[in-house]
């Protein structure tokens, strides 16, 4: 256990680097007005902090900067969330008066605001294959070649996609599909519609569809293509801001996983309710090493959907991401919440 004068030169040493970026000296600790202490008893008590690992000595300098595990007392033991202003409440909540046709949509617009509040990057994970369940499929020929399959979720996610019409199909027989498709796949969720095509859908369309293959080789691309977790970014740029991360390969190795929508998802993907914060080397990915990613759930109707989550350096306003994401996940439910009911 730390003494109550190491946690407060603690918190002092991770306020200041965290504002400046700069290594901290104990005259610096020593002149703030809730530091009682002379700059020798403050230059002590740093080294017993470096000792016991929550502090570290950059070679170049004479002063600390916080550690992993610093930062892990600090956010476990120490952390009092930021409350939004009325003006930050009162953005949100213009944002969802806005009428969105679409879930995606609003998920869409709300990782753009989480990532303007906090000035890091944004990722948001929309309405998860696992729980959501199909509740209708139309496919509408556009032309000889194409037709737009649309998918509705229980969750009222939609997905739109252009999907090849093969060459010599009788479009007719796109209302008989669709038809079995409802029949058969309505509340399936969407991870097993694939698994359901390639069985039990197969044989029905094989007896009762005249032209089996095309319809098969038209309905493959279609769930192929719904089978991707939708991730959603935004302020991607916003790490490049970050003093951290000049060293062009870094920021590369970064961008290289943002390309990479499975590994993201695993990464951001929380498991439980609540707030989940995940420093450095906790991560699963080296290039994340030197970052922290802070995640919370939301949910529709008690049922979980996806994952609000922000990318920032280790040294991150823990405090201030905290208290975004805490009010911004319970107010996203909210409104979801209440246009599930208001559509069922």
């Keep these: 256990m730390l003494t109550e004068r190491q946690l407060l030169i603690l918190k002092a040493i991770i306020d200041d680097y965290v ?3 700069e290594p901290v000296g104990s005259r610096s600790v020593s002149k703030r007005e809730d530091m009682n202490f002379s700059p020798a008893t403050i230059r002590n008590e740093m080294a017993d902090l470096e000792e016991l690992g929550f502090l570290e000595k950059p ?8 550690s992993q595990k610093g930062y892990r007392y ?3 033991h120490m952390l009092s969330p930021t409350m939004l202003t009325k003006n930050e409440v009162a953005d949100i909540r213009l944002m969802y008066e806005e009428q ?22 944004s990722i948001v994970l929309g309405p998860e294959l696992f729980e959501s369940t199909l509740k209708q499929i139309q496919l509408v020929p556009i032309s000889k070649e194409s037709a737009v399959a649309i998918i509705v979720t229980d969750t009222g996610h939609v997905e739109n996609q252009t999907v090849s019409i093969p060459a010599g199909f009788d479009v007719r027989e796109i209302e008989k599909i669709v038809n079995i498709l409802n029949e058969r796949l309505k509340g399936v969720p969407l991870i097993h519609l694939r698994h ?11 007896k009762y569809v005249d032209q089996y293959d095309h319809s098969m080789e038209m309905l493959n691309q279609m769930f192929r293509q719904s089978n991707n977790e939708k991730v959603f970014y935004a302020g991607k740029t916003n790490i490049l801001t970050q003093p951290e991360f000049n060293d062009v390969s870094r920021v590369r ?13 695993r990464l951001f993907r929380a498991e439980q ?25 939301y949910s529709i109707d008690g049922k979980h959907l ?12 823990y405090q201030r991401v905290v208290g975004v994401l805490d009010f911004f996940s319970k107010d996203l439910t909210q409104v979801l919440t209440k246009r599930y009911q208001n559509n069922n």
């Design 273 to 297: 309710h609540g707030i989940k914060i995940k420093i450095g080397e906790e991560n699963e990915f080296a290039p994340f090493d030197d970052c922290s990613i802070i995640t919370a759930t």
């Design 100 to 121: 969105f046709v679409e879930v995606e949509k609003l998920i869409q617009q709300s990782a753009k605001i989480l990532s303007s509040l906090t000035s890091y990057t």
């Design 19 to 21: 504002c400046h970026a």
């Design 196 to 206: 359901k095509l390639t069985t039990e859908i197969r044989d029905v369309l094989a």
């Design 74 to 76: 600090f956010v476990d």
């Design 59 to 66: 070679h170049s300098s004479a002063g600390r900067i916080p």
């Design 306 to 317: 996806g994952t609000v989550g922000v990318l920032g350096p280790t040294r991150m306003e």
């Design 253 to 265: 190795d970064l961008f290289n996983i943002f390309e990479e929508d499975q590994l993201v998802s």
